[in-house]
C-alpha cells in the first residue's frame, strides 16, 4: 500500500504511535500532497455514510465477487460455524420434523409423505461427511461446539434412518388439532397476535377468532375473512396475515403451516430456521424476510426479500422433492402441475406493514388531512420531533390527457436504476395529495422514516421526482403555501442519493415509503382515485 | 408551487444551499480531530448553529466554504478545550494545511462522490458489508471483526485497503493520478 496513503489510514484508525503523531502531523503541515491525500480520505468518509451501495442485501458472500480488479487481498474465511449450523437447522427442517396434521392429503399421499421426509442413508451419510468438513475446516473454538453438536446430530439421524428403514410402519410423528391422541395438547403459547388492522375473522369450525394480545396454541387455526393481522411467534417472528388467509400453528413454536391465502415473515436471527408449510411446498427460513402465497390452485408462490430461504415442492403422492435456495429479490411458483418455475419478483405483491394511518374526516382542499410524529415509527437520526405530513390539495380532477407519473402500481421507485415510464389514464377522476416530509426543519442532518399511509380510494400514481413535480399539469398543483419552497437545491422530490424509496402497494389503497431528508424536505404527490364530484377539467 | 412571504426566507433559502455545498467539507474537517462519530455530529451541528446566526455577516463575494470552515475551527478548538477524552491529534499548523486542503479539494466535491459511489457499487458484497457497517451504521472494527468472528487486526486492514482501492478507482475515473 502507497505509504502516505496507508499512514493518513492508520491515523483516522487511531493506531498511529505518539512518536508516529507527532511525525504525521508534521508531514501534513509541511506536505500541501499530504493534506490534500488526508482531506479526500476525510471528505469519502463524509460520504461512505451517505451511500448505499446498491447490491449490498445483508447477505455476506462466502466468496468474494469483487468486479473491482483491485488489489484487495482475499478476506478471512467466512465464519464457518454460521454454515455448519444453518445446515443443521435445514437438515432437521428436511429430514423428520413434520409437526402438521396431514389429514388435508388422502391416505396414500400420507403414508408415502412420511416415508419420503425420513432419511435415508445416502442423505445422512452425505449430510454427515459434509457437516464433519464443514466443521473441521473451522479453527474457532466456537467450531469445536459445533463440531460436537454435528456429530450428535449425526447420530441421531442415523438412528433415526435405521429405525424407520428396517419398519414399514411409517414412523414420523404427526400433531395437530385432529390427532387421536389421548394425550392433551400442551397448552403452552406458540405465537401472540399483535395487531390487527380491519380484520374480521371467521367463524367456523374448528378456527378460532382471537383478539388483540391473545396467545395462541399449538393446533390452533385461524381464518382471516377480512383486513390484515400480525402474529409473532414465542421466537420472535412477525407474520403479517393477508386476507383471505387460513394458518395452523403447530407443536414446533417455530412452524407454521400456511392452509390458504398469503404471509410475510421476518425472521430475527434467533428464529431462524422458522418453516412454513403449505399443500405444496416446505419452506425453510435462513434468516430473512420473505412471502408465501398459495393460490386457489393450491400453488405455492414464494418471494424473497432478502436473505436466504431454502425450499422443495411436494407432489401429488406426498413426495418431497429438491430442495432449493433461493435469495434475495428471487421469486418462485410452485406448482403441483408445472412444477416449480422463476417468476418475477413483485416488491409490492405482500403487506408487512400494518401500521397505517386511517383515513380522518375529510378536510377542505388546501387544509392538513394528517400529520403523523415520526418518532411513533420506525426512525433514525439525532432528532425525533420530526413530522410527516399529508395535505389535500385537489378533488374530483379529471384528465382529460394520459398523464406522466413516476410510480404506479406495481413498483418500487429507484430513479436511475430501472425507473419506468409511467402514466394514468385520461378520464381517470383523481383527489391529489401532498406528502410533505420535514421531520427537523431540514436541519443539514439525515432524518430518516418509514411510514404506510392508507388512503381510502385507489392510488392510481406518485409523482415524485423533482423534476415531475415541476412539470406536473397545473391541475394537479398543490394550492397550499409551504414556508422555504425555494430551499431545495435539486427541488423537493424524493432524493435516491439518501435512500428514499417508495412503493404502493398492491391493494392499491397503501402507499409506503421509506424517506430521508438532510438539507432539503421530501415531497411527493398522490394521485388517488376520486369519488367526488370533477371540480375542473384540464386546460389543454 | 409558490415562494413563501416570509421576507426573511430568501435569506435562509440561501443559507441551506449554500450550506449543503459546504457541510462535506465541514464534516471532514470536524472529523480529521473529533473522531468520536456522535461528538463530530454535535460539533458539526453547533457549526451550522452558529453559522446561521451570523449569515448576515457574510459577504456573499467570498468563499462560502472558507467562510464556513472557520466556524468549523473555533468549535473544533473549543471542543478540544472542553474535550477530557484525547490528547490533541494534529497541531495547529497541521489543521491550518489540512483546512485549506479541505477547502481545495472540496470544490470537486460533487463529482468526487459520484466517482465513489460507482466505485463502491464495482465492490464485492463482503468489503461493501464491511465498508457499510463502519461507516454507514458506525460499527466499531471490534463489532465488525466479531459479527465476522475474525480478528480486530483483519478488519483494519481489510478497511484500509478497501479505502485505498476506493481512493484509486476514484482517481482513475476523475482522470487524474491516483487521488
Given amino acids: 500500500m502507497n505509504p502516505l496513503a496507508e499512514q493518513c489510514l492508520r491515523y483516522l484508525d487511531g493506531d498511529l504511535s505518539e512518536h508516529e503523531t507527532r511525525e504525521f502531523t508534521q508531514l501534513i503541515a509541511e506536505s500541501p500532497e499530504a493534506a490534500k491525500t488526508l482531506a479526500r480520505y476525510l471528505i469519502d468518509e463524509h460520504y461512505f455514510a451517505k451511500i448505499q451501495p446498491t447490491k449490498t442485501s445483508g447477505r455476506i458472500e462466502a466468496a468474494d465477487g469483487s468486479a473491482l480488479g483491485l488489489a484487495i487481498s482475499r478476506i478471512e474465511r467466512q465464519d464457518e460455524t454460521d454454515d455448519v449450523l444453518r445446515e443443521l437447522l435445514r437438515l432437521e427442517r428436511e429430514a423428520a420434523v413434520v409437526p ?36 473441521t475446516k473451522s479453527r474457532s473454538a466456537k467450531s469445536l461446539a459445533a463440531i460436537a453438536a454435528v456429530v450428535l446430530l449425526a447420530a441421531t439421524l442415523l438412528v433415526i434412518s435405521l429405525i424407520s428403514n428396517g419398519n414399514d410402519t411409517p414412523t414420523a410423528v404427526t400433531h395437530g388439532p385432529d390427532n387421536n391422541s389421548d394425550t392433551a395438547p400442551p397448552q403452552r403459547t406458540v405465537a401472540t397476535l399483535t395487531a390487527q388492522h380491519k380484520a374480521l375473522w371467521q ?298 424509496q417508495v412503493r404502493i402497494h398492491r391493494n392499491k389503497g397503501a402507499l409506503e415509503m421509506k424517506l430521508a431528508a438532510a438539507s432539503c424536505y421530501d415531497q411527493m404527490l398522490v394521485l388517488v382515485e376520486s369519488k367526488e364530484i370533477p371540480e375542473a377539467i384540464n386546460a389543454p | 408551487m409558490p415562494p413563501d412571504c416570509d421576507p426573511s426566507s430568501d435569506k435562509m433559502s440561501q443559507l441551506a444551499l449554500l450550506w449543503g455545498q459546504a457541510k462535506p467539507a465541514v464534516s471532514a474537517y470536524v472529523r480529521s480531530t473529533v473522531r468520536n462519530h456522535h461528538d463530530a455530529e454535535d460539533v458539526i451541528q453547533s457549526t451550522v448553529s452558529q453559522i446561521a446566526q451570523r449569515f448576515d455577516d457574510y459577504d456573499p463575494s467570498r468563499p462560502f466554504v472558507a467562510w464556513a470552515l472557520g466556524f468549523a475551527r473555533y468549535k473544533v478548538m473549543e471542543y478540544r478545550n472542553k474535550s477530557y477524552r484525547k490528547p490533541l491529534l494534529l497541531g495547529d499548523d497541521a489543521l491550518e494545511a489540512l483546512s485549506g486542503a479541505i477547502e481545495e479539494e472540496s470544490r470537486g466535491v460533487d463529482e468526487r462522490y459520484h466517482a465513489l459511489e460507482h466505485c463502491i457499487d464495482r465492490l464485492g458484497d463482503r468489503h461493501q458489508v464491511v465498508l457499510t457497517q463502519r461507516y454507514r451504521h458506525d460499527k466499531t472494527r471490534e463489532q465488525i471483526a466479531d459479527q465476522l468472528d475474525v480478528k480486530v487486526n483483519t478488519v483494519s486492514v481489510m478497511l484500509r485497503r478497501i479505502r485505498q482501492a476506493l481512493a484509486e478507482c476514484v482517481g482513475e475515473r476523475l482522470g487524474g493520478a491516483a487521488r
Avoid at chain 1, 400420507?110 to 461427511?129: M, Y
Avoid at chain 1, 434475495?328 to 422463476?342: K, L, M
Wanted: glycine share 10%; proline share 6%.
Fill in chain 1, 203 to 500: 367463524a367456523a369450525s374448528g378456527v378460532s377468532m382471537p383478539t388483540v394480545g391473545e396467545n395462541l396454541l399449538p393446533g390452533q387455526r385461524l381464518a382471516l375473512a377480512e383486513g390484515l393481522a400480525e402474529i409473532t411467534t414465542a421466537r420472535g417472528v412477525k407474520v403479517t396475515l393477508e386476507a383471505p388467509c387460513e394458518i395452523e400453528f403447530s407443536e414446533d413454536e417455530n412452524a407454521l403451516r400456511l392452509v390458504g391465502g398469503q404471509l410475510y415473515a421476518v425472521v430475527p436471527s434467533q428464529a431462524t430456521g422458522f418453516a412454513v408449510q403449505t399443500p405444496t411446498a416446505h419452506i425453510v427460513d435462513l434468516g430473512t424476510e420473505f412471502g408465501v402465497e398459495v393460490g386457489a390452485d393450491m400453488a405455492t408462490r414464494l418471494q424473497v426479500y432478502t436473505g436466504e430461504v431454502r425450499a422443495a415442492p411436494i407432489d401429488d403422492e406426498g413426495v418431497v422433492g429438491d430442495w432449493v435456495s433461493y435469495y434475495s429479490a428471487q421469486a418462485v411458483s410452485i406448482n403441483p402441475d408445472t412444477g416449480v418455475q422463476e417468476i418475477a419478483f413483485d416488491p409490492g405483491r405482500h403487506e408487512h406493514d400494518i401500521t397505517t394511518v386511517e383515513m380522518r374526516p375529510k378536510p377542505e382542499k388546501g387544509e392538513m388531512w394528517w400529520r403523523g410524529d415520526v418518532s411513533k415509527h420506525k426512525q433514525t437520526g439525532r432528532e425525533k420531533s420530526g413530522a410527516i405530513q399529508v395535505f389535500l390539495e385537489r378533488t374530483g380532477v379529471v384528465l382529460d390527457e394520459e398523464t406522466p407519473v413516476d410510480l404506479n402500481w406495481p413498483g418500487r421507485w429507484l430513479p436511475g436504476d430501472g425507473k419506468q415510464p409511467a402514466s394514468v389514464q385520461a378520464g381517470e377522476r383523481v383527489d391529489v395529495y401532498l406528502v410533505h416530509f420535514d421531520p427537523a426543519g431540514s436541519n443539514g442532518f439525515d432524518q430518516k422514516g418509514e411510514f404506510s399511509i392508507r388512503f381510502k380510494g385507489r392510488i392510481l400514481g406518485v409523482i415524485c421526482d423533482s423534476q415531475s413535480l415541476a412539470q406536473a399539469p397545473d391541475s394537479l398543483r398543490s394550492q397550499t403555501r409551504y414556508p422555504e419552497l425555494d430551499k431545495c437545491k435539486s427541488g423537493p422530490g424524493l432524493d435516491w442519493e439518501l435512500g428514499d
Fill in chain 1, 100 to 135: 402438521y396434521s396431514n389429514e388435508h392429503l388422502p391416505a396414500k399421499q400420507q403414508s408415502s409423505q412420511e416415508n419420503q421426509e425420513r432419511l435415508t442413508w445416502s442423505q445422512v451419510a452425505g449430510a454427515t461427511g459434509y457437516l464433519l468438513a464443514s466443521a
